[in-house]
């Protein structure tokens, strides 16, 4: 059974500054995963999802990282900014050709001006 | 595009009242939608997959009684909480499949805030 986790479960960065927000995952037979991001009492937003075939996508200041043999995604926010602070979870389908998603308890990441 | 919207945003109900969360595919047809539940501080735990014109799926643990779902068409998806209590307090997620589209590509929802006096 697929099971996902997030470490650490909060960040607090000054602005300016480059960080790295982990995800694990227990079965590195993937279809994809994603990154969300949420914002306090609101729904979830895709920030980037990543296919198996993958190694990395990027989307401005972010960049996400996939290596299925260490059952291991980074998503890296370049330069933060206060407008960053949000929650962030990744997700994955509890297996191949499933719609179920699987995700993590998210990382909330506050960034100081 | 691929906008889904919920209502109401947030609700206040007393314990033993039945709410009533509507999931809406504003801009495509969605075959299917899935609900979730989030707890403080926890992540989103799937309850419920609905497919249109069928009855939904039930995770394990999610009473089917206690949570109606209902598919009634390829654009609203609703989930009736009946008989709330406190420990319904939660936040409720809807995202929808595009028809046609990825198994794996879900449009979230804003979600609802539900609590139960």
């Known amino acids: 059974k697929q099971e996902v986790t997030q470490i650490p479960a909060a960040l607090s960065v000054p602005e300016g500054e480059n960080l790295v927000l982990n995800c694990s995952f227990t079965d590195s037979a993937i279809y994809n995963l994603q990154w969300f991001r949420q914002d306090p009492g609101k729904g979830l937003t895709s920030l980037l999802l990543i296919q198996s075939s993958q190694r990395e996508q990027t989307s401005g200041r972010l960049n996400a990282s996939l290596d299925k043999s260490s059952g291991r995604s980074t998503l890296y926010i370049a330069a933060s900014q206060p407008g960053d602070s949000a929650t962030y979870l990744c997700a994955t389908p509890l297996e191949v050709g499933s719609e179920k998603l699987v995700f993590g308890k998210g990382t909330k990441l506050t960034v100081n001006p | 595009g691929a906008v889904v919207s919920q209502h109401p945003s947030w609700v206040i109900c007393k314990s033993g009242t039945s709410v009533k969360i509507e999931c809406r595919s504003l801009?495509?047809?969605?075959?299917?939608m899935f609900w979730y539940r989030q707890f403080p501080k926890q992540s989103l735990m799937l309850m419920a997959t609905?497919?249109?014109?069928?009855?939904?799926?039930?995770e394990q643990g999610v009473e089917k009684d206690k949570f109606l779902i209902n598919h009634a068409s390829l654009t609203l998806s609703t989930l009736t909480v009946t008989s709330a209590h406190p420990e319904d307090s939660s936040f409720y997620i809807c995202s929808a499949r595009v028809r046609g589209g990825s198994t794996y590509t879900q449009y979230f929802g804003p979600g609802t805030r539900l609590t139960v006096l």
């Open positions: 801009d495509f047809q969605a075959t299917t």
């Open positions: 609905s497919n249109e014109g069928s009855k939904a799926t039930y």
